[in-house]
Structures are given as C-alpha cells and as structure tokens.
C-alpha cells in the first residue's frame, strides 16, 4: 500500500480534524476547469482516476487584473461534484499577471523583475483559501504556482523560496489548513546555465508546515515528449539515443533520483507528480515511454496526474497516436487503456 497521511481544517475555529487513514497512492489528470458535470461523470465512468487537477488563472493577465469569476464558479460546482463522486481536486492557479505564457513561466517573465507582481497571486489564494478552508479532504493540495523559472537567483535573490513562505503563511492566516503543494523551480544559473525542475528540488527551501506535498513535474527527455509541439521534430525514438543520451527505463529512473533523494531528506512531504506526458506524435514509442515512466512512480508509491484529458490535442489520450491532429476520440486507445490500468489498482 502507498502511504499517503494528510491533515485538513474544518471549522471556524480552525479545529483539525483526525489525519484520514492510509491510503493507496491517488492517480489522475489534468483537466480544465470549465468541463461540464455530464463530462465529468463520463470522465469518471471511462477511467476510473480518483484526482483531477483543476488548473487557472483565475485572475485576468489584463489591467485591471480583476478576479475572473467564472473561474470560481467553476471550482465550487467542480469541487461539489467530487465531493459526490470521491474524487480528489488539485486546485492550480497555473498562471499570474505579469507571465507571458498560459502554460507555465519563464525566468524573463516580467513577474520576477518587480514584486508587485506577487500580490496578484497572494491575492487569489486569499480568496480560494477563504471560500475553500471549510471543504474537507476533497481537496487534495493548493498548487502554488506552476511551473515556476526563477532568474539566477545570485542577481535577483531567492524569489521562489520566499514566495512560497509568503504564500504559505497567507492561506494559514485564513484559517486553511489544507495541504499545500510547493513545485520546484527551474533556476537560471550564473553564466545562463540553468537546474531544471527536478535538479530545482537542490534549490527547494521548504516553510515550517506540517501539511506540504512537494511536486516536480517530469518531461525528459524534452525532445521526445515534445515531438510535433512548438514545431519540435519527430521521428524520435525511445527507448533509444537521444542527443548525447540513450534513454531507457534505466535512464528514465536515473533523472528521478533527485526525487527519491529528497523524498529521503524530506520523509514525511509526500510526493505528487503534477505533470508528466509525452505527445500522441511519438507513435507507439510514447506509449512505452509513458508505461515505463508510470511504473517507476509507481514502484516509489508517488501519486500522480497525467497531462492532460480533453485539453490539449497532442496530449489527449482518447485520440490515436502517431499524429497530434485533431482525430476522432475514443476511451479504448491504447494510451486509454494503458492510463486504465493504473487508475483501476487499489
């Protein structure tokens, strides 16, 4: 059994309520907010997940930068359609004011050149903190930020870490004590070298609190998991050599020690693998990938969530591989039921 042991809040007086028991490791996906309830109950029926991870914004990127409320309309009907259907919801901002992408962030975004910027975030945790903390355990973590790429910190100073214990201490002062999920950052390093988001987890300085669930994000090989996205190649195979690598499951495994090394140091912050994928144009190729990778969380008893379900084309595991075009869906790909046969363990 993988050991999963969490603590919430439910009362005004911020009472705690008894740590649930243990628990198998949660396994699910990414999946847009605004998916409607009938989706929502075919989604459960086709694949048996018991997490969705809910991503933003839920502020506008534009002046004003007003809340965007049919955001949190869509995070309260979401989360009392899980809290009927025993499924646990990641609540994940995933974007800010002052980024540049919606996907995730970059270490030239405009959000690390002025700490204004940061208040914009605080201010949506408020919010979510306030209108949530008297949910129980349906919600599984408060994904800080994704993906954050912080610029080399000898310059611009340790912007991520103090954030986190800035954010932290916010959604405690609400009175919410769900468990908060910290990711690693991409650090640009002096002379433009950087740490990627696993090799970040060196750079992770994690608050004083008892309720963290740290979360890297894996897609190494990039030229592999990226084929055909941003006018990437493909044509390139796994297992097999990729730039100065040859990538198996030994090698797959090898870029997870760092993981494993902080799960070691850290014994009791569990492990959540927010993003993982490859995309439909790596063939069959993507498949094992993919298998091999989930195997490797598995054997370690990391919860994870796949990217992403009826989102992006060239994730979606309802469509064919070997193209990342617009093809027909179907819940029997064989991506489908690969994913299916890790959602069902117990």
Not at 7 to 27: F, G, K, L, Q, T
Not at 227 to 251: C, H, L, M, R, S
Not at 303 to 321: F, I, K, N, Q, T
Request: glycine share 8%.
């Amino acid at each position: 059994m993988f050991a999963t042991v969490l603590v919430y809040a439910c009362s005004d007086n911020n009472e705690i309520m008894n740590s649930r028991p243990e628990i198998e490791a949660y396994r699910g996906f990414n999946i847009s907010p605004s998916t409607d309830n009938s989706q929502l109950d075919t989604v459960k029926a086709i694949t048996g997940a018991n997490l969705f991870r809910l991503g933003g914004p839920y502020v506008s990127k534009e002046p004003p930068y007003e809340f965007i409320e049919s955001a949190f309309q869509h995070l309260g009907r979401v989360l009392d359609w899980a809290e009927s259907n025993d499924i646990r919801v990641v609540i994940d901002p995933h974007t800010t004011p002052g980024t540049r992408s919606r996907w995730t962030i970059y270490p030239e975004d405009e959000f690390w050149q002025d700490k204004a910027w940061h208040e914009h975030l605080i201010k949506v945790w408020v919010r979510i903190a306030r209108e949530n903390k008297h949910r129980g355990d349906v919600i599984f973590g408060y994904d800080l930020l994704n993906e954050p790429a912080i610029p080399d910190p000898s310059i611009h100073g340790d912007q991520w870490n103090e954030l986190v214990a800035v954010l932290v201490d916010t959604i405690r002062a609400v009175g919410d004590q769900h468990p908060i999920i910290v990711e690693p950052a991409f650090v640009r390093l002096p002379g433009g070298g950087f740490r990627d988001r696993i090799e970040g987890l060196e750079d992770l300085i994690l608050p004083n609190d008892d309720n963290l669930i740290v979360s890297p994000h894996v897609y190494e090989p990039f030229l592999f998991t990226h084929q055909g996205v941003n006018d990437n190649p493909a044509g390139v195979p796994y297992p097999g050599q990729i730039g100065e690598t040859f990538w198996d499951k030994n090698e797959l495994s090898a870029h997870l020690q760092p993981i494993r090394d902080f799960k070691d140091a850290n014994k009791n912050v569990p492990i959540f693998i927010g993003e993982f994928s490859a995309s439909r144009a790596g063939g069959e190729d993507s498949n094992a990938y993919l298998e091999d990778l989930i195997d490797l969380f598995e054997a370690e008893g990391w919860s994870w969530a796949y990217h992403d379900l009826r989102g992006g084309r060239m994730w979606d595991p309802e469509r064919p591989v070997g193209t990342n075009a617009a093809e027909p869906r179907n819940p029997d790909t064989p991506r489908m039921k690969l994913l299916r046969n890790y959602y069902s363990r117990k």
